[in-house]
């Protein structure tokens, strides 16, 4: 049986983050989701999985950077401009202190995802 835990997920209206860089490529990227474990973020670069990688925060969030291991990359949309964004989730090396508050949501942060395929024609 797989060991699941679950970790308290912060939506992207935490407002000491009004931004974020994936180090040492400084690429910006837009955050979706954070937990003490990990961070969701929506970015143009596209990250190899398992790669280590350090996450700035912009906007006064503490501490400013955090360094972690991709867990996932997965294209998330094209934009308007034709170019993929990505969905990066990054596994943080230590925990961190994030405080719970309204917008939490309870979430599965380890163990299977499902997986569910659709025949499209």
């Known amino acids: 049986m797989a060991h699941t ?4 997920r912060r939506t992207s209206s935490v407002r000491e983050i009004t931004g974020l860089r994936f180090l ?3 690429a ?3 955050l979706v989701n954070i937990s003490q474990t990990g961070v969701l973020a929506e970015t143009a670069m596209r990250c190899r999985v398992g790669g ?5 925060f912009e906007g006064g969030f503490e501490p400013a950077t955090v360094t972690g291991r991709v867990a996932r990359c ?3 949309v094209m934009g ?3 170019l993929l964004r990505y969905h990066v ?5 230590s925990p961190l202190d994030v405080e719970d508050d309204q917008d939490t949501q309870e979430i599965r942060t380890a163990g299977p995802r ?4 659709k025949n499209r024609w």
């Open 28 to 30: 910006p990227g837009v």
């Open 5 to 8: 835990t679950t970790s308290a």
């Open 52 to 56: 280590a990688i350090t996450v700035a």
């Open 24 to 26: 040492p490529d400084d």
């Open 80 to 82: 308007p401009d034709g």
């Open 74 to 76: 997965e294209v998330a």
């Open 114 to 117: 499902p997986t569910t395929k």
């Open 89 to 93: 989730g990054v596994e943080f090396d």
